[in-house]
């Protein structure tokens, strides 16, 4: 290459440089002005919305999925065989202890009965008259006409007797004791399900009549992780521990006053959770038995915790984290520690914030540290802007355009 054409490849480079350094230095006033904005803290505050930290005491509270148990369950099983006659009882109605609930033909049941009393008075007849004999002839006036062998068989014909009429009555509590089972009666208070027989078939000893089940109180079944186990025995051994039962769509409170009643003296090795029974009283049945529920169990009381929003809190690379706003409207990113929920809106902090702090609920997205906020109440809306305010804003917008010279 010439000498000629390196000197005219260098007078471009410095043209082209001098054209960009003029551009740079005739940059437009509005983006420096929004730019020197960013950087001097000119920009606008944020409007957030502004909760203060409150102390309170917060029940602690373990969850778990549970199931309805009823706290008898019976089914009903006919101990005698014979033709049904009858159904005493409407089908998912409460039944009573001892009400008749079927009744079997009892005419066979009731000849036997007959028969075993007919067989005791027969054996009563004898004994009476065994007895005569033997006094008769114990008397001094006929004894010296007896002889001993025959005074010592009436004595055993008396106690043959005897035994005779003890069988018999034995034989006739057996046979009222078969004639009684042809009433089927409730063994507990309980509701009736779907019965499972008709009248006029014939029932066996294996045949199911109908099943009850006992709904006042009636159980709740749940399991806990095998760590909480001491926790809940700890707890068990200073009072009755409370449960609460929710619905398990919208998790509001069906049955609450629930009593921990029994903690499982083993662990499931193959799932590592151990099981707890709870009673509720269950007055307008608004348990179930199969039912499932989300089970709430009250393990403490935290006397004085902090409690905050749980919007409130963010998470971040190095944990969670709040904006906290500061005395002159500034935020910054403050580090806490979430103890554990609070219901299902608020949380309690365990170190990060102290009481009467206040923290930003909403608008969070638009914040970094060090921007300047507009505090809200929850529910407050900012201030219209006024008209001086829109003119001056009006003012900025159109300057922005201008370019300095």
Do not use: C
């Amino acid at each position: 290459m010439s000498r000629f054409w390196k000197i005219a490849l260098i007078v471009l480079a410095v043209v082209i440089l001098a054209i960009v350094g003029i551009r740079l230095l005739h940059k437009p006033a509005g983006a420096a002005s929004q730019a020197g904005d960013g950087k001097d803290g000119n920009a606008p505050p944020v409007p957030v919305t502004v909760v203060p930290v409150v102390k309170q005491n917060v029940p602690v509270y373990l969850t778990a999925l549970g199931t309805v148990q009823a706290l008898n369950t019976v089914t009903v099983i006919p101990q005698v065989g014979g033709q049904l006659l009858s159904i005493n009882f409407k089908e998912g109605q409460p039944v009573e202890k001892g009400q008749v609930l079927a009744q079997i033909d009892p005419r066979s049941f009731q000849a036997s009965y007959d028969q075993a009393v007919s067989k005791r008075n027969q054996d009563q007849s004898l004994l009476a008259t065994a007895r005569s004999n033997y006094q008769r002839s114990q008397d001094p006036k006929y004894s010296q006409y007896v002889a001993k062998i025959n005074l010592v068989t009436q004595k055993n014909t008396v106690v043959q007797y005897e035994a005779a009429v003890a069988a018999d009555e034995a034989a006739i509590r057996d046979a009222k004791v078969q004639l009684d089972y042809t009433q089927i009666r409730s063994p507990i208070d309980g509701l009736a399900g779907i019965r499972a027989v008709d009248p006029g078939n014939v029932v066996t000893t294996s045949s199911a009549i109908v099943t009850l089940t006992q709904l006042h109180p009636i159980n709740v079944m749940f399991t806990l992780p095998e760590q909480n186990l001491d926790m809940v025995r700890r707890a068990a051994q200073v009072q009755a521990l409370q449960v609460t039962a929710l619905d398990r769509v919208d998790a509001h409170p069906i049955a609450s006053g629930g009593v921990l009643k029994v903690i499982d003296n083993q662990i499931d090795t193959t799932t590592g959770t151990f099981r707890l029974k709870s009673e509720f009283n269950n007055e307008h049945n608004e348990l179930w038995p199969g039912q499932f529920v989300n089970v709430q169990l009250l393990v403490s009381t935290v006397d004085g915790g902090l409690v905050i929003p749980a919007q409130a809190v963010q998470r971040g690379p190095d944990g969670d984290y709040v904006y906290q706003v500061q005395g002159d409207n500034t935020v910054k990113m403050q580090p806490i520690v979430v103890a554990g929920e609070v219901g299902d809106s608020h949380v309690m902090v365990g170190s990060g914030l102290n009481v009467g702090e206040s923290v930003v609920t909403e608008g969070q997205f638009r914040l970094k540290p060090g921007s300047k906020v507009n505090p809200l109440k929850p529910g407050e809306v900012p201030a219209a802007p006024t008209a001086a305010e829109l003119q001056k804003a009006n003012k900025d917008s159109k300057g922005g355009g201008r370019r300095r010279h």
